[in-house]
């Protein structure tokens, strides 16, 4: 799973990356402002930190990077780590995060920088690790997944061995389901995608860890099983958060953030699109193609 915690970096970090930051901006909030600026009155520079690995936050800003420069801002996309990311946004160095998962998974970043950043809105509240299986599958939920362990051909496909998914299934999911007789494959995300797509284009059952959101649920006919027990953790939701400054300098920008929401249909085809395939960090022309398929969702979006 690639969302795992970066080992702690300094803010240098955040400025040295911020000189090769990814999008067409100048720069940060620390430099002079594009000579376009928003109609709306909000500041014109605005540095997005971007959490590297994680689909979702990679995704929505490079979304709202597209969105928003055609409106006059000057969008920066700065790629770093956890740590420096949320460091960032606290001294003020960065202007904006997109992808804060509470309340487990950056609990320990919020307690110490939590106080000096300003939260925005909620945009996604069903991140979650899963198991799940093709849609046609004969079971629904992990309580049947025992007794028709056969019909799965004994096997769980597992992605990364020392991912936090990996760990929830082997420590909570199997023990508590009973499901020690079926063999845990577990190798890296690509090859358990690998036998999702062999499996869905022979028509099999197979049983995959998995976690939302991810592209995964756009591309093939899956569906998660139900966890009557809780074995794999409950649902996280997924928040914007900007500098202590942030609504004095984007009032605009920041109703529109409070607003933001990305259902599954929505952010599941934005990250197929993007990331399934693809083997290019020039994002821009991708998502100006589903900006086109998808306009009134986007049109919205910013909607007076």
Not at 54 to 79: C, F, H, M, P, R
Not at 107 to 129: E, I, N, P, R, V
Request: charged share 25%; hydrophobic share 40%; proline share 4%.
């Amino acid at each position: 799973m690639k969302k795992k915690l970066a080992s702690m970096m300094g803010i240098a970090a955040v400025a040295a990356m911020a000189l090769t930051a990814c999008g067409s901006g100048s720069g940060g909030s620390g430099e002079s402002a594009a000579p376009a600026s928003p109609e709306n009155g909000d500041k014109a520079a605005l540095n997005i930190g971007v959490m590297a690995g994680w689909d979702e936050g990679v995704a929505v800003s490079n979304l709202w990077k597209q969105i928003l420069d055609k409106k006059g801002y000057d969008v920066t996309l700065t790629d770093a780590d956890a740590a420096p990311v949320f460091s960032g946004v606290a001294s003020g160095d960065l202007d904006l995060t997109m992808d804060v998962w509470m309340p487990q998974t950056h609990k320990d970043y919020m307690k110490k920088y939590g106080d000096q950043m300003t939260k925005l809105g909620t945009w996604y509240d069903d991140a979650k690790l899963t198991i799940a299986v093709n849609k046609d599958a004969p079971i629904d939920s992990l309580d049947e997944l025992a007794a028709n362990a056969d019909k799965f051909d004994n096997t769980i496909y597992g992605i990364d061995p020392g991912a936090g998914l990996t760990k929830a299934t082997q420590e909570k999911a199997i023990p508590e389901y009973g499901l020690e007789k079926m063999d845990f494959k577990t190798s890296s995300t690509p090859a358990m995608l690998s036998q999702l797509k062999k499996a869905t284009k022979a028509g099999d059952n197979i049983v995959v860890t998995l976690w939302r959101p991810h592209w995964a649920y756009d591309e093939f006919p899956i569906k998660d099983l139900k966890d009557p027990k809780g074995a794999m953790g409950k649902a996280e939701n997924i928040t914007s958060y900007g500098n202590k400054d942030f609504k004095e300098n984007y009032p605009g920008l920041s109703k529109w953030l409070d607003n933001f929401k990305m259902d599954d249909e929505h952010l599941f085809s934005l990250e197929n699109a993007m990331f399934n395939g693809t083997d290019t960090d020039d994002y821009a022309p991708i998502v100006d193609k589903w900006i086109s398929e998808n306009q009134d969702y986007v049109d919205a979006l910013t909607k007076e």
